[in-house]
């Protein structure tokens, strides 16, 4: 944002006529009057997603009943959306599932790495991840190490069996460097687990040239896949032949329509498939995920990077009072901005009841994304106007 | 179907024209000039399913983005959608939920069952039970004990922690005594797990009249859920507070908007839910109930009884060399018919081509599901006619 001299609404305006990626908006159907800077929570429906569920809803299910098992591909669609989901996240094809949870992902990998490393009893994680990456891991590993991020190195010792590490923080936003944890964990003999809800579609990932084990992810906030739409699960593939799921379902079956009284996990990932596949929500993922064919995740980040840095410039400018939380750095930080306020609840609130849509994280954030796909520049004009206002003496 | 004399199609025609629930088939969306036999497997669309899905699309995501999580009530859809469900499963309100799959809900309340039973290490089951439930309980279980049905009863002893069955057998349609299997595991002091993947929806089912302690089940077949919509879990009331789920999500928290470090169980079944919720897996099947609403399954029943008499009186007159796999008595049948031949297989193929639509399940079943809510007495007819012509002599 360095090019900018007088800050104002039409230099914001410029930049959008200026942004490559201006056109991706057109792939979405958001409501009018409203600014939404949650898509790092729920993204919103977009045009291809809506037609592929309404094929897989009329045509497959309808027209094509039991049939579309396997004429329609629903046997290999967790593999084949997932086939997809790799090149995003730096992952080879039958490298990634999508199916379940991230809860119960997180749960069958981290359980399977704790058996790969038998006579370890560590997960290492970090304090302040994810209360559900917490739950899990206290529930499975005999010791849960939680360290604060400065002295995760140091913590790594041949007793830790897993170091599993939420990629980019949900409340700051604040990014790990994948690859130095992933060597540090490596030379101790550690497997590790990332939990990249908040990094697949925000930042550019490359699991596999980090050397990175097993990941897992939520797929309905930067790849707008839908309301709780299915998890996806990677584990590479020299690993697979090692690892099993705890949960033996039949989808994880290597012949699930033999029914066979005995269990043979499938050859590769598909063996941490569980039940049958949800089939219309992996449809709406299918579709969400047009809009990223043959887009360019720098391009994605580059837009990103001046957002936020935008919306920092923003907030110093016009909006005294608020503390940015997210690191300052772009190369320290994912793909949305966390502002401290004390009055933070309040004020997301008060936003959202002018048509400005964050999220509220306790005890005192305000959350805003950045999704380069459907937000302009001047949406993040009009966003920090709103919260100028609403700090303006006497409004609050 | 003693009252019949002469059985021929017009007497099939007869059958519909007397039949209460005729109209409900056009509650749904089936295709033209096949006759469907497989709703046992894959229920067909509703009218309803699809609105209720278009709603959870356009209005509660596309319209209503993140604000739907309360707005809409997706944060308590899975007991929502549970309530609805319990009627037809003799539950209460509260003591179900819809999430996940089968496997992983067969997964969870195994594994706490066995934890409410220390010192006790077997699972007995029946020898020839849906593989996944073998599976499960063997990567759980210290013992898997599994014998023939007949010897179910005298195989219960003080070292049983959980009685594993299917309430109706995938591949014969054979059903169990639910109320003195389930007195019979107390009496030892063992818990019931009961897989109702093929009764729900297809039998009359009284968890409560029963006492039973726990069980899950799909709902894309006889519920019309859609393909692989979520499934069901149920624990009776007297013992939530005492089981545990395995997996610690942070939608079975007590609070999950707290963004707790500490785990703390929701106080309910709700503990046994894990991560984000399938909205619109749910939604479909939330619209594919509103069919159910004020159906008395009695009635259900009643049909559902007529119709499989119906098809083994048919397949005794007109298919010599078929035999019937299913039971004959109606008490102890669910609601299909099996039929075993050789060539079992082809004949499915076959009679798909002729639009014929059933499964065949290894290594010789015909399976032929028996559904009151969308088929005719008079597909019956054509069904066996179909049948009856591939096997007859030259043809085959």
């Given at each position: 944002?360095?090019?900018?001299?007088?800050?104002?609404?039409?230099?914001?305006?410029?930049?959008?006529e200026?942004?490559?990626?201006?056109?991706?908006?057109?792939?979405?159907e958001?409501?009018?009057?409203?600014v939404?800077?949650?898509?790092?929570?729920?993204?919103?429906?977009?045009?291809?997603a809506?037609a592929?569920?309404?094929?897989?809803?009329?045509?497959?299910?309808g027209?094509?009943?039991?049939?579309?098992?396997?004429?329609?591909?629903?046997?290999?669609?967790?593999?084949?959306?997932?086939d997809?989901?790799?090149?995003?996240?730096?992952?080879?094809?039958?490298?990634?599932?999508?199916?379940?949870?991230?809860?119960?992902?997180?749960?069958?990998?981290?359980?399977?790495?704790?058996?790969?490393?038998p006579?370890?009893?560590?997960?290492?994680t970090?304090e302040g991840t994810?209360?559900?990456?917490?739950?899990?891991?206290?529930?499975?590993?005999?010791?849960?190490?939680?360290v604060?991020?400065?002295?995760?190195?140091?913590?790594?010792d041949?007793?830790v069996?897993?170091?599993?590490l939420t990629?980019?923080?949900?409340?700051?936003?604040?990014?790990?460097?994948m690859?130095?944890?992933?060597?540090?964990?490596?030379?101790?003999?550690?497997?590790t687990?990332?939990?990249?809800?908040?990094?697949?579609?925000?930042?550019?990932?490359?699991?596999?040239?980090?050397?990175?084990d097993?990941?897992?992810?939520?797929?309905?906030?930067?790849?707008?896949?839908?309301?709780?739409?299915?998890?996806?699960?990677h584990?590479?593939?020299?690993?697979?032949?090692?690892?099993?799921?705890?949960?033996?379902?039949?989808?994880?079956h290597?012949?699930?329509?033999?029914?066979?009284?005995?269990?043979?996990?499938a050859?590769g990932?598909?063996?941490?498939l569980?039940?049958?596949?949800?089939?219309?929500?992996?449809a709406?993922?299918?579709?969400?995920?047009?809009?990223?064919?043959?887009?360019?995740?720098?391009?994605?980040r580059?837009?990103?990077?001046?957002?936020a840095?935008?919306?920092?410039?923003l907030?110093?400018?016009?909006c005294p009072?608020?503390?940015?939380?997210?690191?300052r750095?772009?190369?320290?930080?994912?793909s949305?901005?966390?502002?401290?306020?004390?009055?933070?609840?309040?004020?997301?609130?008060?936003?959202?009841?002018r048509?400005?849509?964050?999220?509220?994280r306790?005890?005192?954030?305000i959350?805003?994304?950045?999704?380069?796909?459907?937000?302009r520049?001047?949406?993040?004009?009009d966003?920090?106007a709103v919260?100028?206002?609403?700090?303006?003496?006497?409004?609050?």
């Open positions: 944002m360095d090019s900018i001299g007088v800050l104002d609404r039409d230099a914001c305006r410029a930049l959008d200026g942004d490559r990626l201006a056109h991706l908006r057109e792939a979405f958001l409501p009018d009057g409203i939404y800077l949650d898509g790092n929570s729920l993204g919103p429906l977009s045009r291809t809506r592929r569920l309404e094929r897989a809803t009329t045509g497959e299910w027209s094509g009943l039991i049939s579309s098992w396997t004429e329609a591909g629903w046997m290999k669609r967790p593999q084949r959306v997932g997809r989901l790799a090149r995003l996240v730096g992952a080879e094809p039958g490298e990634v599932i999508v199916s379940d949870t991230t809860s119960l992902n997180l749960y069958k990998l981290l359980l399977a790495g704790l058996q790969a490393r006579g370890r009893s560590v997960v290492l970090e994810f209360p559900t990456d917490l739950y899990v891991s206290e529930a499975l590993a005999p010791e849960v190490r939680r604060t991020r400065d002295r995760l190195v140091e913590s790594l041949e007793s069996a897993v170091l599993l990629h980019v923080d949900y409340r700051t936003g604040r990014m790990h460097d690859a130095a944890l992933t060597e540090a964990a490596h030379a101790v003999g550690a497997l687990l990332w939990d990249l809800c908040h990094s697949v579609g925000a930042v550019p990932v490359d699991l596999r040239g980090c050397g990175a097993m990941a897992v992810g939520c797929t309905y906030k930067f790849l707008n896949g839908g309301p709780g739409s299915p998890a996806f699960l584990v590479a593939a020299r690993l697979q032949a090692s690892l099993r799921s705890p949960v033996r379902g039949w989808f994880g290597a012949d699930p329509l033999s029914f066979s009284d005995t269990y043979e996990p050859p990932v598909a063996r941490f569980t039940g049958t596949t949800g089939i219309l929500g992996l709406a993922l299918d579709g969400a995920l047009d809009v990223w064919d043959g887009l360019d995740m720098a391009a994605v580059e837009k990103s990077v001046a957002m840095d935008l919306l920092i410039r907030v110093d400018e016009r009072g608020v503390e940015v939380a997210s690191p750095a772009a190369a320290e930080r994912g949305q901005v966390s502002l401290r306020h004390p009055d933070a609840r309040n004020l997301i609130d008060a936003m959202a009841r048509g400005v849509i964050g999220d509220f306790p005890p005192d954030l959350r805003l994304g950045i999704t380069p796909l459907h937000t520049f001047v949406d993040l004009w966003a920090i919260l100028a206002d609403l700090l303006s003496p006497g409004r609050w």
